[in-house]
T-cell receptor, first 111, second 113 residues
Framework: KAGVTQTPRYLIKTRGQQVTLSCSPI?????VSWYQQTPGQGLQFLFE???????NKGNFPGRFSGRQFSNSRSEMNVSTLELGDSALYLC??????????FGPGTRLTVL | KQEVTQIPAALSVPEGENLVLNCSFT??????LQWFRQDPGKGLTSLLL?????REQTSGRLNASLDKSSGRSTLYIAASQPGDSATYLC????????????FGTGTRLTIIP
């Protein structure tokens, strides 16, 4: 069974631009969660999608948004990028509140 | 608000030793707890999941225990190897119906050959 995949693996953007990250969950998993990891704040929950609906949202500004498609693939978007958005963005998938499996992450650098 | 703490932040031990990593959480009303390892610049690898009704889980040289009443979990690694060097993170899922994981800050483990 293929694991969670994320694309792209690396991104370099400049302040003010927007970016879209993609996540494909493990086959059969309908829940996809997104996390931001930084050296200062650690791993922080962004949001979770299930069956194309956002079920939970973390404490991030509205510049961070996401969506989920009917095949459970998910995208997250960050608009008007700031230097502080530089981070490793991780997505995770799970089946019915059990073990969460993470992808390799997308490393975003904002210049 | 759930808070998860891992102490120490870093640990170095000689190869072959057994070791214990600690995780504590403030709200004992958890649904489950998961241990992960993270290699530098990589994603998280799931090691063990313990449901709130369980006391421990084992996988190979790893054993995780859970004491909900005291808000603690430990990850025991037997016969450590250099390949065990990584950052170990524990994460708590607080509610059924909520996939959000609250993570600790991790313990960076170095196994000295």
């Amino acid at each position: 069974k293929a694991g969670v995949t994320q694309t792209p693996r690396y991104l370099i953007k400049t302040r003010g631009q927007q970016v879209t990250l993609s996540c494909s969950p493990i086959s059969g998993h309908r829940s996809v969660s997104w996390y931001q990891q930084t050296p200062g704040q650690g791993l922080q929950f962004l949001f979770e999608y299930f069956s194309e609906t956002q079920r939970n949202k973390g404490n991030f500004p509205g510049r961070f948004s996401g969506r989920q498609f009917s095949n459970s693939r998910s995208e997250m978007n960050v608009s008007t990028l700031e230097l502080g958005d530089s981070a490793l963005y991780l997505c995770a998938s799970s089946f019915r509140y059990n073990e969460q499996f993470f992808g390799p992450g997308t490393r975003l650098t904002v210049l | 608000k759930q808070e998860v703490t891992q102490i120490p932040a870093a640990l170095s031990v000689p190869e072959g030793e057994n070791l214990v990593l600690n995780c504590s959480f403030t709200d004992s009303a958890i649904y489950n707890l998961q241990w992960f390892r993270q290699d530098p610049g990589k994603g998280l690898t799931s090691l063990l999941l313990i449901q709130s009704s369980q006391r421990e889980q084992t996988s190979g040289r790893l054993n995780a225990s859970l004491d909900k009443s005291s808000g603690r979990s430990t990850l025991y690694i037997a016969a450590s190897q250099p390949g065990d060097s990584a950052t170990y993170l524990c994460a708590v899922r607080s509610d059924f119906g909520n996939e959000k994981l609250t993570f600790g800050t991790g313990t960076r483990l170095t196994i000295i050959p």
